[in-house]
T-cell receptor, first 114, second 114 residues
Framework: NAGVTQTPKFRVLKTGQSMTLLCAQD?????MYWYRQDPGMGLRLIHY???????AKGEVPDGYNVSRLKKQNFLLGLESAAPSQTSVYFC?????????????FGPGTRLTVT | SQQGEEDPQALSIQEGENATMNCSYK?????LQWYRQNSGRGLVHLIL?????REKHSGRLRVTLDTSKKSSSLLITASRAADTASYFC??????????????FGQGTILTVHP
């Protein structure tokens, strides 16, 4: 099993450009999450999904949109990138049906917005 | 806002010594989890302790939880150079269905010298 994969691994954007980050998991997990990690800080939740076709806002959702059209994929979109969105983005998934919820993380996408 | 506060921010020890990291949080929790992050990589789940548990062991790891003080500690015994990483505590908040949303501390950077 590949676990949780993320594409791309690195990306540089100019201010105002848009992009989509893709997260895929092959563990049949119900729940999926997008986090961002900034230097010297822990992870902050952007959006999450509790099942195919559902999404919800996390702690820092502004400037991001998400979609979960298929159970195994969770997409994070930036419609108009800003320098403040320079960060490392992590996707995670969990079984979701039974508490507690151990999360499995992808390797991250390093995004720089100039 | 960050739920967890970790202490110390950085810890440097010699191989074979024990490493202790502390985490404090602000609100009631369902469970508390510890994750490890190697430089430039995703997070890896280490151990989970439920709110009704006081101590848990997994190999060289020992976690304690004191809900009255809203604090937890992670002890790594007989540390190895390979334990060098950042360690994060994460809380799954109580009160209704949390959907496994985690709130992370800012992490402790552990360096183990050979």
């Amino acid at each position: 099993n590949a676990g949780v994969t993320q594409t791309p691994k690195f990306r540089v954007l100019k201010t105002g450009q848009s992009m989509t980050l893709l997260c895929a998991q092959d563990m049949n997990h119900e729940y999926m999450y997008w986090y961002r990690q900034d230097p010297g800080m822990g992870l902050r939740l952007i959006h999450y999904s509790v099942g195919e076709g559902t999404t919800a806002k996390g702690e820092v959702p502004d400037g991001y949109n998400v979609s979960r059209l298929k159970k195994q994929n969770f997409l994070l979109g930036l419609e108009s990138a800003a320098p403040s969105q320079t960060s490392v983005y992590f996707c995670a998934s969990s079984y979701g049906q039974f508490s507690p919820y151990e999360q499995y993380f992808g390797p991250g996408t390093r995004l720089t917005v100039t | 806002s960050q739920q967890g506060e970790e202490d110390p921010q950085a810890l440097s020890i010699q191989e074979g010594e024990n490493a202790t990291m502390n985490c404090s949080y602000k609100t009631s929790i369902n469970n508390l989890q510890w994750y490890r992050q190697n430089s430039g990589r995703g997070l890896v789940h280490l151990i989970l302790i439920r709110s009704n548990e006081r101590e848990k062991h997994s190999g060289r790891l020992r976690v304690t939880l004191d809900t009255s003080k809203k604090s937890s500690s992670l002890l790594i015994t007989a540390s190895r150079a390979a334990d060098t990483a950042s360690y994060f505590c994460a809380t799954d908040g109580a009160g209704g269905t949390s959907y496994g949303k985690l709130t992370f501390g800012q992490g402790t950077i552990l360096t183990v010298h050979p």
